[in-house]
T-cell receptor
Framework: EDKVVQSPLSLVVHEGDTVTLNCSYE??????LLWYKQEKKAPTFLFML????IEKKSGRLSSILDKKELFSILNITATQTGDSAVYLC??????????????FGQGTILTVHP | ETGVTQTPRHLVMGMTNKKSLKCEQH?????MYWYKQSAKKPLELMFV???????ENNSVPSRFSPECPNSSHLFLHLHTLQPEDSALYLC??????????FGPGTRLTVL
């Protein structure tokens, strides 16, 4: 059974700090790894990673995948209070289907204090 | 707004009630999903519909019954639920091989 583990489970920082969130996975038929941000209800999509070593960047957020060591990191630089949220990592298994099944980690709760 | 809407946003029901959750997507996607999110547990996939046909059912109890009448609409029919079924129920949709877009969820409380 596929497994996704995120660390740390929670993190408290001050505005301006840089944070690194970790995601490790064990899969039988890896297709891609996704990051989501969940503030109140709906998780919102951040990144999808399929290739090792290629950094994806969006503003102050960036992410990279290591398919050899089976992990991904999400970096947030110059954090702001609006970055406070639960960050979810999910692995998509090819599973012989076109849609691909997502297995989620338990999430990292990030709190950014002013 | 992600293009995926869910109603109702909050629902309180007794164990003998029958209710339905509704999801609608306006993104032209052809796969739709139901997830359950309980406190301190990862998002759990419940059902997947692709091209209106159910292709995944993660051993969900029969008191949850999905329905997908077309590629834009998805329902979750609920009956004789248990208090442990209280959770946030999220709907999502996607195209093949692409990221899933989530709705705002329905917060369900079973008394």
């Amino acid at each position: 059974e596929d497994k996704v583990v995120q660390s740390p489970l929670s993190l408290v920082v001050h505005e301006g700090d840089t944070v690194t969130l970790n995601c490790s996975y064990e899969v039988t038929n890896f297709r891609s790894l996704l990051w989501y941000k969940q503030e109140k209800k709906a998780p919102t999509f951040l990144f999808m990673l399929t290739s090792s070593g290629i950094e994806k960047k969006s503003g102050r957020l960036s992410s990279i995948l290591d398919k050899k060591e089976l992990f991904s990191i999400l970096n947030i630089t110059a954090t702001q209070t609006g970055d406070s949220a639960v960050y979810l990592c999910a692995e998509r298994n090819a599973g012989g289907t076109s849609y691909g099944k997502l297995t989620f980690g338990q999430g990292t709760i990030l709190t950014v204090h002013p | 707004e992600t293009g995926v809407t869910q109603t109702p946003r909050h629902l309180v029901m007794g164990m003998t009630n029958k209710k339905s959750l509704k999801c609608e997507q306006h993104l032209g996607h052809n796969a739709m999903y139901w997830y359950k999110q309980s406190a301190k547990k990862p998002l759990e996939l419940m059902f997947v519909y692709s091209l209106e046909e159910r292709v995944e059912n993660n051993s969900v109890p029969s008191r949850f019954s999905p329905e997908c009448p077309n590629s834009s609409h998805l329902f979750l029919h609920l009956h004789t639920l248990q208090p442990e079924d209280s959770a946030l129920y999220l709907c999502a949709s996607s195209l093949p091989g692409s990221e899933q877009f989530f709705g705002p969820g329905t917060r369900l409380t079973v008394l």
